[in-house]
């Protein structure tokens, strides 16, 4: 009797917890209470970035090589002193590469031609994707900069991403590799050279452009994109190289696959273009 | 469960969090990363039992939801029903009292978790949930649940339990004088 009781009301709290989560993602589809919940989503991510910053700085390059040093120390005792002066030595040269590549990829940030006369907010990735679903990047500069959901985010590249949600001080971006992306693409930025759909196929993956019409493309050639998806995005951002091209048996359709241009999985510092699609 | 055991299961969940999103984010394996939140669920569900376990899921489910851009509530909804299926695992004949079961079944149910989550996330149109990506979720996040489901078992004992020893410390014994 007492082992039935149990198991209705252990019934119960699983039905109500069931209802009360479908609930809430119910809610999360209607206007006034999803924005409610994105608003209390930015300000706990704004309130993690110092956190998620912290950890960056802890996690550098520079740990590596002292880990490296103290596990071979432990092996040969009696070079422990030169090792940790050779570890020293890598440390500080590692660390001086470091400091020279982020300070290329920022001197490169000021110099995007292909965003023409787009003003840009620079930001630093802070986190690689929260979710194993979808590919996504938090960066430091959020609303207080400028920042703003549906702007594109580019890399001294080509286009890296588009604004997904912005906090006060952090915005999540949806980088071009994420599945439920799709951009308006054309081979070249002449008006006769054919325009396809680009969508991601995950992170690593190249970008999959399908059945396209009026474009002969070949590999090697750059993807740039068309400013004609809904105007989504500007035209003539660079988005890929051409990888791989497939003819249809009839050959009468091409498809293809393309590299990004920008290595999303390295990716560090970004420009978020002050760039709102039409309505 | 008391209410110095909701504390300390709120305490480790913002904790939990933070590490989620600092560390375990930033160790991408496939694609993919560990995930913390899933395992406490797994873990959750073995020691609190299938009620118990189902509440503190859905209370993780809110806290992991809060940093994830998929939609608010689907976390909450895979945790409860994974949370709930741990406890019955747990309440299984000759389950009761193995620690390696305790192990095995959050291992498990972070491994299930996953592929629930990516399951009832495809049921709500998100796009590029199922595939071979969530294959390689559902391996990464088991693999880090093996070193993950340790801690976490060991912090929900100490939440559920202990909370549980620390407010029977205060109570009157049953059975006996209170004076003796």
Same mark, same amino acid.
């Given at each position: 009797?007492?082992?039935?009781?149990r198991?209705?009301?252990?019934?119960?709290?699983?039905?109500?917890?069931?209802?009360?989560?479908i609930?809430?993602?119910?809610?999360?589809?209607?206007?006034?209470?999803?924005?409610?919940?994105?608003?209390?989503?930015?300000?706990?991510?704004?309130?993690?970035?110092?956190?998620q910053?912290?950890?960056?700085?802890?996690?550098?390059?520079?740990?590596?090589?002292?880990?490296?040093?103290?596990?071979?120390?432990?092996?040969?005792?009696?070079?422990?002193r030169?090792?940790?002066?050779?570890?020293?030595?890598?440390?500080?040269?590692?660390?001086?590469?470091?400091?020279?590549?982020?300070?290329?990829q920022?001197?490169?940030?000021d110099?995007?031609?292909?965003?023409?006369?787009?003003?840009?907010v620079?930001?630093?990735?802070l986190?690689?994707?929260?979710?194993?679903f979808?590919?996504?990047?938090?960066?430091?500069?959020g609303?207080?900069?400028?920042?703003?959901?549906?702007?594109?985010?580019?890399?001294?590249r080509?286009?890296?991403?588009?604004?997904?949600?912005?906090?006060g001080?952090?915005s !999540?971006?949806?980088?071009?590799?994420?599945?439920?992306?799709?951009?308006?693409?054309t081979?070249?930025?002449?008006?006769?050279?054919?325009?396809?759909?680009?969508?991601?196929?995950?992170?690593?993956?190249?970008?999959?452009?399908?059945?396209?019409?009026?474009?002969?493309?070949?590999v090697?050639?750059?993807?740039?994109?068309?400013?004609?998806?809904?105007?989504?995005?500007?035209?003539?951002?660079?988005?890929?190289?051409?990888?791989?091209?497939?003819?249809?048996?009839?050959?009468? !359709?091409?498809?293809?696959?393309?590299?990004?241009?920008?290595?999303?999985? !390295?990716?560090?510092?970004?420009?978020?273009?002050e760039?709102?699609?039409?309505? | 469960?008391?209410?110095?055991?909701?504390?300390r299961?709120a305490g480790?969940?913002?904790?939990?969090?933070?590490?989620?999103?600092?560390?375990?984010?930033?160790?991408?394996?496939?694609?993919?990363?560990?995930?913390?939140?899933?395992?406490?669920?797994?873990?959750?569900?073995?020691?609190?039992?299938?009620?118990?376990?189902?509440?503190m899921?859905?209370v993780?489910?809110?806290?992991?939801?809060?940093?994830?851009?998929?939609?608010?509530?689907?976390?909450?909804?895979?945790?409860?029903?994974?949370g709930?299926?741990?406890?019955?695992?747990?309440?299984?004949?000759?389950?009761?009292?193995?620690?390696?079961?305790?192990?095995?079944?959050?291992?498990?149910?972070?491994?299930?978790?996953?592929l629930?989550?990516?399951v009832?996330?495809?049921?709500?149109?998100?796009?590029?949930?199922?595939?071979?990506?969530?294959v390689?979720a559902?391996?990464?996040v088991?693999?880090?649940?093996v070193?993950?489901?340790?801690?976490?078992?060991?912090?929900?004992?100490?939440?559920?339990?202990g909370?549980?020893?620390?407010?029977?410390?205060?109570?009157?014994p049953?059975?006996?004088?209170?004076?003796r």
């Amino acid at each position: 009797m007492a082992a039935a009781t149990r198991r209705t009301s252990q019934r119960l709290t699983l039905l109500m917890l069931v209802l009360a989560s479908i609930t809430i993602l119910t809610l999360d589809y209607h206007g006034e209470v999803s924005r409610g919940i994105t608003h209390i989503r930015n300000s706990v991510r704004d309130a993690l970035s110092p956190a998620q910053r912290g950890i960056a700085a802890a996690l550098h390059p520079v740990g590596d090589v002292f880990a490296g040093a103290f596990d071979y120390g432990a092996l040969q005792t009696e070079n422990q002193r030169l090792q940790d002066e050779l570890g020293a030595a890598q440390a500080k040269q590692e660390e001086n590469d470091f400091a020279g590549r982020q300070a290329d990829q920022v001197l490169a940030l000021d110099h995007l031609d292909f965003v023409a006369n787009i003003p840009t907010v620079p930001a630093e990735v802070l986190s690689a994707p929260t979710s194993n679903f979808q590919y996504t990047v938090e960066i430091n500069r959020g609303t207080s900069a400028g920042a703003g959901p549906r702007m594109p985010v580019v890399a001294p590249r080509g286009l890296a991403g588009t604004v997904l949600q912005s906090g006060g001080d952090t915005s !999540t971006v949806r980088l071009v590799t994420d599945k439920s992306s799709s951009i308006g693409v054309t081979f070249g930025t002449g008006a006769d050279s054919g325009s396809a759909i680009a969508s991601g196929q995950g992170l690593g993956e190249p970008l999959s452009i399908a059945e396209l019409v009026g474009a002969s493309p070949h590999v090697g050639e750059v993807v740039f994109t068309s400013g004609t998806d809904g105007g989504a995005y500007p035209a003539g951002l660079p988005l890929a190289t051409v990888s791989s091209v497939h003819v249809s048996a009839d050959g009468l !359709t091409v498809s293809v696959t393309a590299k990004p241009l920008v290595d999303l999985q !390295t990716l560090q510092y970004v420009s978020v273009c002050e760039w709102l699609p039409q309505a | 469960m008391t209410v110095l055991s909701w504390a300390r299961f709120a305490g480790i969940a913002v904790v939990a969090l933070i590490v989620q999103v600092a560390v375990l984010d930033q160790i991408v394996v496939l694609g993919a990363h560990p995930d913390l939140m899933v395992t406490l669920v797994g873990a959750a569900g073995v020691i609190a039992g299938s009620a118990r376990g189902a509440s503190m899921a859905f209370v993780l489910g809110l806290f992991a939801d809060l940093v994830l851009p998929t939609p608010y509530g689907l976390s909450s909804l895979t945790f409860v029903l994974v949370g709930f299926g741990a406890g019955l695992v747990r309440s299984l004949p000759g389950n009761r009292d193995g620690r390696s079961t305790e192990w095995a079944t959050s291992v498990a149910a972070a491994a299930v978790g996953t592929l629930l989550y990516a399951v009832l996330g495809a049921l709500v149109g998100q796009q590029g949930f199922l595939g071979r990506d969530a294959v390689y979720a559902v391996l990464v996040v088991a693999l880090g649940a093996v070193v993950l489901a340790v801690p976490a078992v060991m912090v929900m004992r100490w939440i559920v339990r202990g909370g549980e020893r620390a407010a029977s410390g205060f109570a009157v014994p049953t059975g006996g004088s209170a004076t003796r």
